[in-house]
């Protein structure tokens, strides 16, 4: 592996390519290490998973080497101690969480496609993570992976992106410039640590089953902190401007249905995201503008619950 510091002393690094055709179900766990692919799953559930993800053969997945760029004009926070019974409210995650003590965790969705309510910007990121809540840990870290989506309306002309981002908080997020995300793309992402607790190296591994495209990412805790693995979530979540620390509008996304939601503890045993508790986020007039649903045991659904679009 090549490493790379990006700015802001971001820890990175570029895995070799897979060759084409490589076949990781005949791959050495030294050749999987190397090229940054997961390992091979022993719970056969787990490892049917892998074979449909993984396994190709009439359109094998296309790695490509990631591009970075820091992110600019919007920071993510961990969220803040606020429960309800086994309703988490606060004022930007929405989704779904379980606790333990978790080593990795996958989750699939279909990116939505969005529509501005406000003139000017508005913001939602759609991700992936272990630690980072506020209730069951100190929050204070989130290793995490997924999509930021933006929509800039101005009049009747609306602009949207969609930015595949990896971040280990405090330090800031980063884009994978050239990893292409659009609406109703089916996505998969994997998070693996070292080994759960005490963790300070991971990856983040991508999957675009729609395009066919595949890449890993090698990331590094930032200094002086390490993976707690205590909780794993799937959110779609409310961003906030750096400069103001105000809440960027969040956009009517519809909604998000992330499935295949595991979490994998440190001793083997599997948790679905479907079994813990549930997020609801409110702005900050106190409205509540999207909603975590558990629907099954290995899905979350994320619901807009704000304005329309205007």
């Not at 510091?5 to 999987?32: V, Y």
């Not at 906030?240 to 440190?266: H, M, R, W």
């Not at 045993?269 to 508790?277: A, E, H, Q, R």
Request: aromatic letters at 10%; glycine letters at 12%; hydrophobic letters at 40%.
């Amino acid at each position: 592996m090549k490493h790379i510091t990006l700015d802001g002393g971001i820890r990175t690094g570029i895995f070799k390519l897979p060759p084409l055709g490589f076949d990781p179900f005949k791959a050495s766990a030294a050749d999987l290490k190397m090229y940054g692919l997961p390992q091979l799953p022993t719970d056969p559930g787990l490892l049917a998973r892998y074979r449909r993800v993984f396994h190709r053969p009439s359109s094998p997945i296309k790695w490509i080497e990631p591009q970075f760029t820091l992110a600019r004009g919007w920071a993510r926070r961990p969220r803040p101690k606020r429960v309800a019974l086994a309703t988490e409210e606060g004022t930007s995650w929405s989704g779904g969480i379980v606790a333990g003590a978790f080593r990795w965790m996958m989750g699939d969705w279909i990116v939505p496609n969005v529509g501005a309510v406000v003139d000017g910007r508005s913001m939602c990121g759609v991700w992936i993570g272990l630690d980072g809540d506020g209730q069951m840990q100190d929050g204070q870290q989130v290793f995490q992976a997924g999509v930021i989506i933006t929509a800039n309306r101005s009049g009747n002309s609306v602009q949207t992106s969609f930015q595949a981002f990896w971040e280990w908080f405090p330090d800031d997020a980063v884009i994978i410039s050239n990893f292409e995300v659009n609406p109703g793309d089916l996505l998969t992402l994997v998070l693996c640590s070292a080994q759960g607790t005490g963790s300070t190296e991971g990856t983040a591994f991508f999957a675009n089953r729609t395009t066919g495209f595949g890449l890993a990412v090698p990331m590094f805790a930032p200094a002086g902190t390490a993976l707690r693995g205590a909780t794993a979530e799937w959110i779609v979540e409310m961003l906030t401007d750096p400069k103001t620390n105000q809440l960027i509008a969040l956009p009517d996304y519809g909604e998000v249905f992330f499935s295949e939601c595991i979490a994998v503890s440190t001793d083997g045993s599997i948790v679905g995201g479907g079994t813990g508790n549930n997020y609801v986020a409110f702005d900050t007039q106190g409205n509540l503008v999207s909603q975590g649903q558990l629907i099954a045991p290995t899905v979350v659904q994320c619901l807009y619950t704000g304005d329309p679009p205007a």
